[in-house]
């Protein structure tokens, strides 16, 4: 490790990754608990579990290939195949979630409903971008280690 924001990213990794499959397999016992309190959750039971899990998995694997690009910052070697790779599947694991919550549109509009597609959908383009600027980088870097 290199040093403290390293250490730091890498447990925010970590545990977002580990927390969020235990909030996914407890989602059917919060909303449950929730309903008790908001008929909104208790009403809506079955479409809430299918949407918010359906997207919680997708949420997790752009953890996921994001420890694995990660993995990378820490070996000195982030601009190879697989960093592109990993970056469209963010993006099109983002736009995703994005349609996903799209869904709950259709059960009950919120501002932060609106906020979350947008960030979503900024984020999925981002990603599709960046894994374009990515895929030119290790084009040139193995133009240049040939050259060597």
Do not use: H
């Not at 290199?2 to 977002?16: A, G, H, R, S, V």
């Not at 947008?118 to 030119?136: M, N, P, R």
């Amino acid at each position: 490790m290199k040093d403290k924001l390293t250490i730091i990213t890498k447990f925010i990794l970590d545990f977002m990754f580990y927390s969020g499959i235990l909030v996914i397999l407890t989602l059917p016992f919060s909303i449950k608990f929730f309903g008790r309190y908001n008929t909104y959750f208790a009403d809506n039971y079955i479409p809430l579990i299918l949407l918010l899990s359906s997207s919680s998995v997708f949420a997790i694997l752009i953890i996921y290939e994001l420890r694995k690009m990660f993995r990378t910052v820490i070996n000195d070697d982030c601009f190879i195949q697989a960093n592109v790779i990993s970056l469209r599947r963010m993006g099109t694991y983002s736009l995703i979630i994005a349609l996903i919550t799209a869904g709950r549109l259709f059960l009950y509009i919120t501002p932060s409903v609106l906020i979350v597609i947008l960030v979503f959908v900024i984020a999925g383009l981002f990603s599709k971008v960046l894994s374009q600027v990515f895929d030119k980088a290790v084009t040139y870097k193995l133009e240049n280690d040939l050259t060597i």
